[in-house]
């Protein structure tokens, strides 16, 4: 492996390949993380949320080789998905009332 083809590119290439590498690295580590915190039960320890991380943490390592095998189209779709269900569904359950997020959002908390 070298990285010498993509320190050749252009700057527009390697800013879009570098930040890629680490929103990976960091969605990876906030889906992974969420199997941890169970404050919103809905099926004993577990919520939905649960669901879309482990949706993540499967789909994640799939549209990393759909990109690396040029499947440009299954890769896009599985961003796709990783952003509407791993980012902003997911993202939207942080903010039901009583959670943290909610707090921070709206300066008070609900009773559960």
Not at 12 to 34: G, W
């Amino acid at each position: 492996m070298t990285l010498a083809p993509l320190l050749n590119a252009s700057p527009a290439i390697q800013i879009h390949a570098f930040t890629a590498m680490a929103a990976i690295a960091l969605m990876f580590v906030v889906a992974a993380s969420s199997l941890f915190i169970h404050e919103l039960r809905m099926w004993g320890s577990w919520s939905p949320i649960h669901l879309l991380s482990i949706y993540v943490l499967i789909t994640l390592p799939l549209a990393v080789l759909a990109a690396h095998r040029h499947a440009t189209e299954r890769h896009r779709r599985a961003m796709i998905g990783l952003f509407v269900g791993g980012l902003v569904i997911a993202g939207l359950f942080t903010f039901y009332p009583g959670r943290i997020m909610h707090t921070v959002l709206f300066g008070y908390a609900q009773d559960r």
